[in-house]
């Protein structure tokens, strides 16, 4: 019979860590006691569900990887790089197996990131893995509110990976994309660099228009978009859709030339005028969907 003690088990070996100047108390009382370390801490909550965010039959270890990483993806948008997380697991399994491959998934992204698993906590139900993440400036926190007039628009990746790495899942082939969809990478050492120069920036989970759209809004300023500017894997629809993960980002032309900024792609202005205009072939687009929701 499994039991709420033995699936903990399966994670006791992520988080007897020795104390250092980060961690004062870890795992195994109430509640952990971390250091501040004198800095700004940067906290973050993400919730993956089965069906909504991963499909029912997915590996447990690509399951904590992609919850994990996509949570990692918001202190990334906040130009800050991650120290520690906790997780809080919801599952009805009642093979320990599931859990020892679910740990291992927790394991390498927590390795692959330098991160301390600092505690968590298990309950019986439909799967859902909510992670809560915590980090550091790099140099200041980058805010949505804070794009201006004039900025130029950048994104650091193409767009639609994950999408078609989910259509390549559904259809039995594995393909680079099918690793891009369940093992996301988080980009800290683009956040490093872009924290010295942009004014605001967000990641990509809901698709690039309803999260500039967030950024212009919280900004009360506008965008024109050029579409053919835009890197994408399949069509017009990738702009939409959600699940990249790529930072999208404004800074002030006078950085347009920098040997890091002029790596990444410039997609549109922000303008005055609080539209948000996608032009292809100089012609304005319209949308039936602007993005990616959990209700709809």
């Keep these: 019979m499994i039991s709420e003690s ?8 992520l988080v007897d860590i020795e104390k250092d100047d980060l961690v004062i108390v870890g795992s195994g009382d109430d509640a952990a006691v971390i250091k501040s370390k004198g800095k700004d801490l940067v906290h973050s909550t993400d919730i993956s569900k089965i069906n909504s965010h991963f499909p029912r039959d997915s590996k447990p270890q690509d399951i904590a990887y992609r919850s994990i990483a996509v949570a990692l993806s ?3 948008a ?4 991650p120290a520690f997380i906790s997780i809080g697991l919801t599952s009805n399994i009642t093979d320990l197996k599931w859990y020892k491959q679910f740990a291992n998934g927790v394991e ?8 301390k698993l600092v505690g968590g906590d298990i309950t019986n139900g439909e799967i859902s893995v909510c992670v809560n993440v915590f980090g550091y400036a790099y140099e200041n926190n980058i805010l949505r509110s804070t794009a201006k007039v004039g900025d130029l628009i950048y994104l650091t990746g193409p767009l639609g990976e994950g999408r078609r790495g989910l259509e390549d899942w559904k259809n039995n082939h594995q393909t680079k994309y099918t690793k891009k969809f369940f093992n996301p990478k988080v980009d800290f050492y683009k956040s490093a660099y872009i924290s010295k120069y942009a004014n605001s920036c967000i990641d990509i989970s809901d698709g690039l228009i309803k999260d500039l759209t967030r950024i212009c809004e919280s900004s009360e300023v506008g965008a024109e978009i050029i579409y053919e500017s835009i890197p994408i894997t399949n069509d017009i629809n990738d702009l939409s859709y959600g699940d990249d993960y790529k ?3 404004t800074c002030s032309p006078e950085f ?3 040997e890091y900024i002029s790596e990444d792609f410039c997609i549109g202005e922000i303008q005055s005028d609080t539209k948000i205009i996608i032009k292809k072939n100089n012609s304005p687009v319209n949308f039936k969907k602007y993005g ?3 209700f709809e």
């Design 108 to 115: 390498k992204i927590l390795n692959e990131y330098q991160l």
């Design 74 to 76: 918001d202190l990334a």
């Design 6 to 13: 033995t699936i903990l088990n399966c994670f006791q070996h």
């Design 256 to 258: 347009k030339d920098n």
């Design 247 to 249: 930072l999208c980002y």
């Design 292 to 294: 990616w929701d959990s």
């Design 78 to 81: 906040m130009g800050a790089y």
